[in-house]
């Protein structure tokens, strides 16, 4: 089973003056919209803009992974781009004039939709998607998703009715009031308590250090998954350490699982890539797997959301033995300076930001998104110790996850990308107990 925790944060600070002057009153309403509940859509428009969405999201998910690559070359580059794009969809429903413009622009839903007097537009077909994601099935169905909003506001401040009526009935969001002026401290741990409910106890210090006395609001997004394998890999007594290479020059030995099973297949010869596809139950979300047979940074810098969906459409069920690393894990991304390199400048700038449809002279100071993900071979009670004989006859395809690689898992109805992962160097923390069985035979 795999656990992922993903949580997003935007911390707004107070700032005496700001605001953004249009040249006439038509082009701030070209760019901002209006708040008129925007006309019933017919079913082609509605398919039409879902796609849209879709392919936006998909867009976005790899521009952000760039983006984190060039600012910190980090080994491991964890997200969620579905919670990232829950909480900008909230922060382009508190913005006005340039800063709509920006994050509109980069959600990829200012082009192909028309904006122009359905404000509400773009934000009934983000909740509306987002809402086809949750699955609630939990234990019994082996498959659990949830998304999760809440706006934390300064007692006193004056949150546009708008902001706050919208934000409830499209996002199921909450606004709460805190009282950051007085008691940071306070209001810290019950941010960090909403956050730790929400991912079911696994991310449990988000805010690690006090609050500023002058945030005025904390916009946070939490997704929570939980999901068993539709193929459990063998159990735990069957996993060994296995080498994997993180370069020519640097090999580690890493816990790898292994399994038998009929799942989507693929080589891309044109990319020297092989994709695989592990489903979870109930077949509605797949964790893809693809490893670049030459430098994982070459292949990325060339994809794009096409060639992940071409990816998944070439795949053909094929019986695979296939080798993945039992991992752990974690990331904290301080996104300000990738939305930055990314066009979202106004939200961070105290003279030019406008959310006003939140309240007015506010900018956002920092975004956090944390992310934790455990990969393992079924996340339930181990099954019954097994001898298992693994057969190859000279027709079944091997493959070995030991090299850098990308996964992604995917809502297969929607295609939206829940969370993306650029690994180069999986781990996983062992006790000694653990480490018993985990040798080379």
Same mark, same amino acid.
């Given at each position: 089973m795999k656990l992922i925790f993903g949580h997003l944060l935007f911390i707004i600070y107070f700032v005496a003056?700001?605001?953004?002057?249009?040249?006439?009153?038509?082009?701030?309403?070209?760019?901002?919209?209006?708040?008129?509940?925007?006309?019933?859509?017919?079913?082609?428009t509605k398919t039409r803009a879902h796609k849209l969405i879709s392919q936006a999201l998909g867009r976005l998910c790899l521009e952000i992974e760039d983006a984190v690559f060039k600012s910190s070359h980090v080994?491991?580059? #964890?997200?969620?781009? !579905?919670?990232?794009?829950?909480?900008?969809?909230?922060?382009?429903?508190? %913005?006005?004039? /340039?800063?709509? @413009?920006?994050?509109?622009?980069?959600?990829?839903?200012?082009?192909?939709?028309?904006?122009?007097?359905?404000?509400?537009?773009v934000h009934e077909e983000l909740a509306s998607l987002i809402d086809r994601l949750r699955i609630q099935h939990g234990l019994k169905s082996g498959l659990e998703v949830s998304v999760a909003s809440a706006v934390f506001v300064q007692q006193g401040l004056?949150?546009?009715?708008?902001?706050?009526?919208?934000?409830?009935?499209?996002?199921?969001?909450?606004?709460l009031d805190m009282d950051f002026k007085h008691n940071s401290e306070i209001s810290r741990k019950q941010i960090n308590q909403w956050v730790e409910?929400?991912?079911?106890?696994? #991310?449990?210090?988000? !805010?690690?250090?006090?609050?500023?006395?002058?945030?005025?609001?904390?916009? %946070?997004?939490? /997704?929570?998954? @939980?999901?068993?394998?539709?193929?459990?890999?063998?159990?735990?007594?069957?996993?060994?350490?296995?080498p994997f290479h993180i370069s020519r020059n640097e090999t580690i030995d890493v816990p790898t699982m292994v399994n038998n099973a009929d799942i989507p297949y693929y080589i891309d010869k044109e990319r020297n890539c092989t994709i695989i596809g592990i489903p979870y139950k109930g077949l509605k979300v797949t964790m893809f797997i693809v490893i670049p047979n030459n430098d994982i940074r070459d292949l990325i810098a060339n994809l794009t959301i096409n060639d992940l969906n071409q990816f998944?459409?070439?795949?053909?069920i094929t019986s695979v033995i296939f080798f993945v690393p039992k991992m752990k894990l974690e990331s904290t991304i301080h996104m300000r300076k990738p939305f930055e390199d990314l066009g979202i400048t106004s939200l961070f700038s105290p003279d030019i930001a406008n959310l006003s449809n939140i309240?007015?002279?506010?900018?956002?100071?920092?975004?956090?998104?944390?992310?934790?993900?455990?990969?393992?071979?079924?996340?339930?009670?181990?099954?019954?110790?097994?001898?298992?004989?693994?057969?190859?006859d000279g027709s079944t395809p091997v493959v070995k996850v030991d090299k850098p690689f990308i996964?992604?898992?995917?809502?297969?109805?929607?295609?939206?990308?829940?969370?993306?992962?650029?690994?180069?160097?999986?781990?996983?923390?062992?006790t000694s107990l653990h480490h018993n069985h985990l040798k080379n035979p």
């Open positions: 003056e700001a605001r953004i002057v249009f040249e006439n009153d038509s082009e701030a309403q070209k760019i901002s919209g209006t708040n008129h509940t925007p006309p019933i859509m017919d079913i082609a080994e491991n580059i #964890i997200f969620s781009p !579905l919670s990232i794009a829950s909480a900008l969809a909230i922060v382009l429903l508190g %913005a006005q004039g /340039i800063t709509y @413009k920006e994050v509109a622009n980069l959600l990829g839903v200012s082009a192909g939709i028309d904006l122009t007097g359905r404000n509400n537009l004056n949150v546009k009715e708008y902001f706050k009526n919208t934000a409830q009935e499209l996002y199921k969001c909450d606004v409910n929400k991912t079911d106890g696994h #991310i449990k210090k988000l !805010l690690e250090t006090t609050l500023s006395h002058f945030t005025k609001s904390i916009i %946070a997004n939490a /997704i929570y998954f @939980k999901g068993q394998w539709e193929y459990p890999f063998y159990p735990e007594n069957i996993t060994k350490m296995k998944v459409d070439s795949t053909k309240a007015e002279n506010v900018f956002v100071n920092e975004i956090v998104h944390k992310i934790d993900i455990e990969i393992t071979e079924s996340g339930t009670t181990a099954a019954a110790a097994t001898a298992i004989s693994i057969y190859k996964f992604f898992i995917r809502h297969n109805e929607t295609e939206v990308i829940l969370f993306w992962g650029t690994v180069k160097k999986p781990n996983y923390h062992w």
